[in-house]
């Protein structure tokens, strides 16, 4: 599960943001939200945006708000792709994962932010999450919600095994795997059946940068130092046989491990801390969340593993009201609605509020895991790019990724590399220059 299923997060008060005022900057043909009525349409799978609407309606009495759920991330994208070929039927704002933001933006298909006065609120997003929706300098999407990659462990499994603390270290991480599967073969540190995402975030803390992206130009190497150094070390972990790849996340075997104890940690979003109580309600009060491992001792870098944006078609013909409730939802006064219903935003007036650092979580014995998520979000490493085309790249991974899986034959190098030039051959197909 990704945030693009937007799961329910930090669930706490915020104090309000203040309001950046509306910039008009020109129509642009676009309409004038000033202009008589106006009427949004907004595509969202997160629910929690909806949430936003009365305030902004009574604030804006000439605009009404439609928030439309156009279905998963995959189908939302293309329906969007086909209103804009149709010339009709094209929404006010959508939703996308940040992946897909450079897909819509390089070709034209998203407003640029700039001239709505967006570079003002950069300040207030972690950065990582900043750098998510500019593209080529330019902002074309504001941060809506985030997944900053976390580990979440069962400190009783742990302490069965002879561990006291969660592993600091990606060393210590393999070393404690080897005690918690000396406890039976069933006990697992974590479980892996081709998770994409996780693979990424680790390269992305390793210091990886597999993607670099320059306009219409890509470049795709998966044997960088940091990307290299984190396949050899996961290649290891599975040689070793520490994981548990018979299990696939999010199936029912996956919720009878999590409550019974045998897989003792998972590296996800954020994002997760919502949906665990749900799956694992046997295991309430032994669950702890921490920092990923880090790869040097000391150190605190993290990377993502999921989060969203909202940016505003080209082709909407209300874009002065558009980017006033983007701005609204996002980062003004409806964003403390969303967090109340459970969003986690990368606002640092959120993260740093005193309610996300000390509000304590009853399913995770009292800890106060906004803080810990808060400090996984700004520790984020910057840098990081995705190739235009990646919403396709990623629908052919699990793929490529099941034949070395399922056999055991095969090496995650491999993967990547057979990936790598099914990625190379599309994207020239599509008018991209790779290599």
């Known amino acids: 599960m990704r945030l693009s299923k937007q799961a329910r997060l930090l669930s706490t008060a915020v104090v309000a943001v203040l309001a950046l005022a509306a910039c008009s900057?020109?129509?642009?043909?676009?309409?004038?939200?000033?202009?008589?009525?106006?009427?949004?349409?907004?595509?969202?799978?997160?629910?929690?945006?909806?949430?936003?609407?009365?305030?902004?309606?009574?604030?804006?009495?000439n605009i009404t708000v439609k928030v439309v759920n156009a279905g998963s991330s995959f189908d939302e994208y293309t329906a969007l792709d086909n209103a804009i070929q149709a010339g009709s039927g094209v929404p006010d704002l959508a939703m996308f994962e940040y992946f897909a933001v450079p897909y819509f933006a390089?070709?034209?298909?998203?407003?640029?932010?700039?001239?709505?006065?967006?570079?003002?609120?950069?300040?207030?997003?972690v950065e990582a999450a900043w750098n998510d929706v500019t593209v080529n300098g330019k902002a074309y999407a504001l941060p809506s919600d985030y997944g900053p990659s976390a580990m979440f462990y069962n400190q009783a499994t742990l302490k069965k095994a002879g561990i006291d603390q969660p592993p600091a270290t990606w060393d210590e991480y393999h070393a404690d795997a080897q005690k918690?599967?000396?406890?039976?073969?069933?006990?697992?540190?974590?479980?892996?059946?081709?998770?994409?995402?996780?693979?990424?975030?680790?390269?992305?803390?390793?210091?990886?940068?597999?993607?670099k992206v320059d306009g219409t130009k890509v470049h795709i190497d998966f044997t960088d130092p940091g990307s290299a150094k984190a396949v050899a070390f996961w290649q290891k972990m599975l040689d070793e046989g520490l994981l548990n790849t018979k299990v696939n996340a999010w199936s029912d075997d996956w919720n009878r491990t999590l409550n019974d104890g045998s897989l003792a940690s998972q590296i996800m979003g954020g994002w997760l801390q919502s949906t665990l109580p749900e799956r694992a309600p046997q295991a309430a009060g032994q669950f702890r969340v921490a920092l990923m491992p880090q790869w040097n001792a000391g150190e605190k870098v993290g990377a993502e593993n999921g989060g969203s944006s909202f940016g505003i078609p080209a082709a909407s013909k209300h874009k002065d009201a558009a980017f006033k409730f983007l701005e609204y939802f996002t980062h003004g006064a409806g964003l403390a609605p969303r967090v109340e219903a459970g969003a986690f935003v990368p606002n640092k007036a959120v993260l740093e509020g005193k309610d996300a650092q000390t509000k304590p979580n009853q399913y995770f014995g009292g800890q106060p895991v906004g803080a810990v998520l808060a400090?996984?979000?700004?520790?984020?490493?910057?840098?990081?790019?995705?190739?235009?085309?990646?919403?396709?790249?990623?629908?052919?991974?699990s793929d490529i990724a099941a034949k070395v899986y399922t056999t055991g034959k095969g090496s995650l190098a491999g993967i990547l590399d057979e990936w790598k030039q099914r990625m190379v051959k599309y994207g020239n197909e599509q008018g991209f220059k790779v290599d």
């Open 106 to 125: 390089i070709p034209g298909k998203l407003e640029d932010l700039g001239r709505f006065g967006a570079g003002d609120l950069k300040k207030d997003y």
């Open 25 to 61: 900057g020109g129509d642009g043909g676009s309409g004038d939200s000033d202009k008589g009525p106006v009427s949004l349409t907004v595509w969202s799978w997160d629910g929690t945006v909806a949430k936003s609407v009365a305030g902004f309606q009574a604030a804006n009495p």
């Open 180 to 211: 918690i599967h000396a406890l039976g073969p069933n006990y697992y540190i974590a479980q892996d059946t081709g998770d994409l995402f996780f693979l990424l975030s680790l390269m992305w803390q390793a210091g990886g940068r597999p993607f």
């Open 375 to 397: 400090e996984a979000s700004t520790s984020v490493a910057t840098g990081w790019q995705y190739p235009p085309f990646f919403e396709w790249a990623r629908s052919i991974y």
